[in-house]
Each structure stands twice: as C-alpha cells, then as structure tokens.
C-alpha cells in the first residue's frame, strides 16, 4: 500500500533543499552601465540563487530568466519553515526538468525588479533616498546585459542554456541575438519577439491603474503609511485574467458564487461570484511582494521589447549562434498565442538552425509553464534536450 | 462625374432626419414596479425615440434593445447642428437594414441608464436628490418589463420584432422567454444566454476602478466638482479592449508609436503607443457622457444574467413563443464568442422553431454590429428576415 511520506525539505530527494540568496556588486562607477535609454547606472547589485554544482569544465550551466513578476527563488526554501518553496520548484531539482543534480543552475532577479538586484526600492547613490520613479528607464536589453555581467563574475564562458516563459522567453531571445557565443541552447516558452499591441492595451491600463491611485504620489510613496495598493492591485488583478484562459476560468469557476447559493442583489458586494473573489485574492497577494514603480517599469519594458527592430530580421539575428533551439508555446495562450512562437520557428528553420517546436495542449493559457500539473508534459521535452545538448557538446 | 453632395439631416433621404426625445413616466404609487431584488420602484420615466410610421393594424413596430452604453437616440439629429447621428444611424433609416419607411422603430434607455430614462442621476421622490448608489439593483427582467411598459403605453400588443447586441441581445432573450406572445420575432446579435466567467471578470476589475477612486465617495459624488473620472474611464478602457479583436488592434495600430518615430524611454509617457493613445481618447469621450453609477448597475445585471437559471433549459423557456428568430455572431468576438450562439439556435432547432444562424466573418471583434463598415453584411440578412417576418404574418 502506498503511503503519502511528508518530505521535509531536507530530507526530499526531488528538492534543492535549502538555498541561500546570493548578491554581488557590479557596475561600479566609473564603470557604470549605460542604458539602452542613455542614462547611466551604477552600482549595481545582482540578487541571485544557484542549485547544484558547477562542474569542472564549467560547461553545465543553466541560466534560468524570470518571468515579469518572478525572482531569483525558483527553487527549494530559503528557510526550512516557509511554507512554499521557489516559483519552479516542481520544475527545477534532482531528477525534474532541469535536472540539478546533473546542470548547475542560476537565476537571477532581473534588474529593475524588487526582489534584491538594484531597482526602484533601492537607494539612489546620489541622494541616499530610494530611486523611486526616477529609476532611469530600462529595456529587456539591460536586463541581459547585467545577467551576462553576472554569468562572466561566475567564470562561465558559455551557458549550456538559457530558459525562459513570457518576459523571460524575451530575455532568452535577446541573449542569443546579443551574446551569440555565450551559449550551447536556448528554451522559449510561452513568449514571442515582441509583445502583441493587444498586450500593449493590457499593460497600459494596468499602469493607468497605478498612476491614478492618489498614493501613488508620482512614484514618491516610500517611507509613507500607505502605498498605490488599490492600483498595483487591480493592475495584477487586470494582467490576470491574461494569464488564464477563457476555458480554464471556466473549468475552475464557472458562474459559481462565492459566499452562497442565492444571488445577493447587492451592488457594493464585489466578490459575488468566485472568479472575483479569486482575483481580488490575487490582488491583495500580489501588492504584499510586489513594488509599483517596479511593476511600471518591467511592463514597459515588455512594451518597448521588439526584437527585430533592434536586431534586424530574425533569420539573420538568430543566425549569428549555433545555440540549439527549443520553443513552446500552449493551445490556450492568447497573451502569446502559438502564432508568436512560428515566427521564431520559421526563422531560426530559415537560417538552417537546430530548433523543436512544440505547441503543448493546456487549457491553462499563458500562465501554463507555471503550473504544476501542466510540468511533467514540459519535463518530457525539456529534460531530453539539455541532455542532448549537453551530450553533444561533449562529443565534440 | 460623381459628385459627392453633403445631405444635411433634412435632405438625406436615407435619413431618418431630425428626430425628437420622448419620454412618458409610469409605475407611479401605488403602481410601483417590484424588481427582482425584491425592492420596489417608481414612478419611472422611460426616454425613448421612434421612427417610421405606426400603421393602422399596429404590426410593424420593431424594438431596439441597446447595449451597455447605449442610449435611445438610434438614428437621426436631435439638432440640426449635431456633429454625429444616432448610434446605428447607418442601419436605421429609409431604404437601411431596419427599414423606417416600412416599419416603426422605436428604442429606449434602459433602467437604470443615465440617457433620460429613470436611473441612479434621477431623484429619489423620497429625498430629493439623486438616487446615486441607493438606486434599487436591477437586473436584465427589470429593463425589459419596463420596456414592455412602454409597448403596451404605445398600444401595440405584439410586436414585429426585438433586436438588439450585446447587452441588447440579452434583453432579447429575456423578452422571448417572458413575454412570448408579445413578439413575431426576435434577433440577437453578437449576443448569448449569459456573461462567460471571464465577461465577469472584466466586468469586475473595471468596477473595481470605480469603487477604488476616492472621487467616488461610495456613490455620492452629484452636485461634487470632481466626479470618480478617472475610475470610470479605466473601466471603459479596460472594457474597450474586450470590445475590440487582437486582429483589429494589429490592423489598426499595430506597434506604431503616436507621437514620432523614436521611443522616448519615458516612463511617464502614457500615450507612447498608438493603441495606448487611443484607449485614453476612447476613457476621456465616455466620462463625457456615462455616470459611474450606472454603469456600476448595468455591469452587474450583465453578470446577473443567466437565462437558463431564470427560465428553465432554453429549448423550453424558448419554445414557448411561435417567433421567428435570427441569431448572428461574428468570428473574432471573444467576449461572446460563437459557441454562446450555437448554444441559443441549437435550443431553438430541438424545440423546432424557426432559426436562422449566421457567424459573420469579421476582423472587429465584439463591436463589429456597431461598426459601419460591417454593416451591409448584416442589412442582407436583417432586411429579408423582417420582410419575410411581416409578409408571412400578414399572409395569415
């Protein structure tokens, strides 16, 4: 007979266990950054974890790039009481999709973020105070950027790859056209060249939502009781139902009421039904992680993403690595419908390029590569191809 | 040589002219209406407008049923000096898909609107002044009892035909399902038996805009210099992206940018974008015209709507009336997609009645019933229909 062992997370073979946030400084002046915008930044502190072990050769690394609201955790728990572990924990470990007892792992926060790597919430060097809405404005170029600053601190020459979902499909796109050598595979999920104008709408009326909230106080908001939450939460609740699908929302909840059987008649009663209940749930969550002038600039920099206007025709941009290539994209998504994903196959199958394409079957939407039940489809495809990639590296 | 003449109102003969506001006020106490959230109301003033002649036999009135945001102002020029005509001016005049030569046309603003018709600007005879967030909840019944209020004010006992998209549509339904002697025909456009999930969702988020603006003052903003703006006007945007398709925002827009040719790396710069431009413009037209609290009301009875709950299984709450009907959806609308029609003729066609279905090819997403150039594809199938309704009624 089966029995459910509770595994501690030191004693559960399948996870990291427990893991350390890491930072180091980079980008110190006079050797500061200079932003696609003009504008200089430095210092720069980079927030980051690692799973497993570098090997000798320093050759079975694997960065992972976050998605718009993600972190550095993806993995195990950084305290043995916290209650959930890292964003990908069901992905990432002995024996799970990145395999960390064979790749060692790395994910940093991206810069900009709030998460530990120098953003918004961190004191500018000029005034003491946190840069607030004067954080000089950034692209998923500069996010990359200081990743691959971070990856040579590491002394590692070339990732054995780079995987994203979403904003961080943009990012794995952007680091094979920018650092075309510095990496042996490049994993694509959920994500496109650039974000649909429909995505633009969607991201605009989350910012609107934010710039409108009195608290928001032009960005100003650090050190005062109360902070742009009503806005920062209704941007998420927005940006939400995005991630979700038409039929997953409907497989979950339905028309179904939240607090009783009969309709109530009552207009102030917000959470009536129990999709807005699940959504004002996520709203409050969400301000409680999440900075607002964070969330400003990283949706803005999923606006300004385009790859081929900064990099030329992708079958040339793309062209420039021999990384091989895995792309997926998921029946439901409609924030990066499968469309988005052909386009990068095409491409790269133009410049005669090592890529798979997979179109998974989900009705999760866009937020698919996320969730638990939608991973072992993900592992089957995933987890052969670094190990190709790996295998076939080592032959040469 | 062509030459294009400027018709004014008067001289147009494809236009209805220069048309008049009516309103007539019923349910007076103790006559009150008692609404379905069991609350009574009255008395009611109904705004409404008619076109076309009556006929003797009083058989050839068709009702329009408006949307969300609608008013009662179809077709026509209230002044001579009117910029714009009535909001389905190009489908309601002489020789037009609603034909006013042959038919009478009339529409009115639905309860609980802010276009004339009683609703929460109105006062309440108990205090005063306007109802604002006391107004009684109402629900889709409600508006089309008061409709059928009017019809029967007017004298005709059965009328031609309903119409309408959208939230008109549901009234349509409803008014099938309740009254089913009173109508020889019913057409639901862009339409279906409730609000999906995620209709509710973004019904919820827009809502939530709302009640989050301190302008708000939970309801009480009359008679107060600034009034919940900019709450209503993120609720619009968010629910114009709805109205819209991915594909027609790329056709439209695409990624241009509306100022120049070059990113500004601003992140105050709102408007960046064209489709961000053009949102802002689509919020700041509609504050002009709409009260929040109304629409606070009228997102909710959408929600609340659900005919099968109502009425029992539509191929019996819909076989009760001998109408014909004609159900038309259009391929990009994503917030009533076609399935929501299927389901309606599908009903229809296992009580054996008289449907015909069309799913229009459109690029314009849900508002294409409302959009002018989408509007000769509907005439070719609402023109016969309310031809062959009437020939075949007078036949008998």
């Known amino acids: 007979m089966a029995t459910d062992i509770e595994h501690t997370p030191e004693t559960d073979p399948r996870s990291v266990g427990l893991v350390e946030k890491q930072s180091v400084t980079l980008f110190h002046p006079p050797?500061?950054?200079?932003?696609?915008?003009?504008?200089?930044?430095?210092?720069?502190?980079?927030?980051?974890?690692?799973?497993?072990?570098?090997?000798?050769?320093?050759?079975?690394?694997?960065?992972?790039?976050?998605a718009l609201t993600g972190d550095a955790h993806v993995a195990g728990r950084r305290r043995p009481e916290d209650r959930k572990p890292g964003w990908w924990d069901a992905f990432v470990g002995p024996g799970k999709g990145i395999d960390t007892s064979k790749y060692f792992v790395i994910c940093a926060n991206v810069l900009g973020g709030c998460q530990g790597t120098t953003g918004p919430t961190s004191p500018n060097p000029a005034t003491g105070a946190p840069y607030g809405i004067n954080f000089p404005f950034l692209t998923i170029a500069d996010i990359v950027r200081v990743h691959?600053?971070?990856?040579?601190?590491?002394?590692?020459?070339?990732?054995?790859?780079?995987?994203?979902?979403?904003?961080?499909?943009?990012?794995?796109?952007?680091?094979?056209?920018?650092?075309?050598?510095?990496?042996?595979?490049?994993?694509?999920?959920?994500?496109?060249?650039?974000?649909?104008?429909?995505?633009i709408a969607f991201n605009a009326v989350g910012r609107r939502a934010i710039f409108t909230d009195p608290r928001f106080r032009d960005g100003d908001?650090?050190?005062?009781?109360?902070k742009p939450q009503f806005g920062l939460a209704l941007a998420r609740m927005i940006a939400h139902i995005t991630y979700l699908s038409e039929k997953s929302i409907q497989m979950k909840f339905g028309r179904k009421l939240q607090h009783s059987d009969e309709l109530t008649y009552d207009l102030q009663r917000e959470t009536e039904f129990q999709i807005e209940s699940y959504l004002h749930y996520q709203g409050k969550r969400f301000v409680e992680r999440f900075d607002a002038?964070?969330?400003?600039?990283?949706?803005?920099?999923?606006?300004?993403?385009?790859?081929?206007?900064?990099?030329?025709?992708?079958?040339?941009?793309?062209?420039?690595?021999?990384?091989?290539?895995?792309?997926?994209?998921?029946?439901?998504?409609?924030?990066?419908?499968?469309?988005?994903?052909r386009e990068i196959v095409s491409a790269l199958l133009d410049a005669r390029r090592d890529v798979t394409f997979l179109e998974l079957d989900s009705p999760h939407g866009h937020d698919a590569f996320l969730i638990e039940s939608e991973l072992p489809m993900l592992h089957d495809v995933v987890s052969p191809f670094f190990d190709v990639t790996y295998a076939s590296h080592a032959r040469h």
């Open 148 to 199: 691959k600053a971070l990856i040579d601190y590491l002394g590692i020459d070339r990732l054995l790859g780079v995987v994203g979902g979403s904003l961080g499909g943009m990012q794995v796109l952007e680091w094979a056209a920018r650092y075309p050598d510095s990496i042996r595979s490049a994993v694509v999920l959920a994500s496109g060249p650039r974000l649909s104008p429909q995505g």
């Open 31 to 66: 050797h500061e950054l200079t932003l696609e915008g003009d504008k200089s930044l430095g210092p720069i502190t980079i927030a980051y974890e690692t799973y497993g072990q570098l090997n000798e050769a320093r050759d079975n690394a694997i960065f992972i790039c976050h």
């Open 221 to 226: 908001y650090y050190g005062q009781e109360d």
């Open 293 to 341: 002038n964070s969330y400003l600039l990283l949706t803005r920099a999923m606006d300004y993403f385009d790859l081929e206007e900064a990099h030329g025709p992708m079958r040339e941009s793309l062209a420039r690595t021999d990384a091989r290539f895995l792309v997926v994209s998921y029946t439901t998504d409609w924030l990066f419908p499968t469309g988005q994903s």
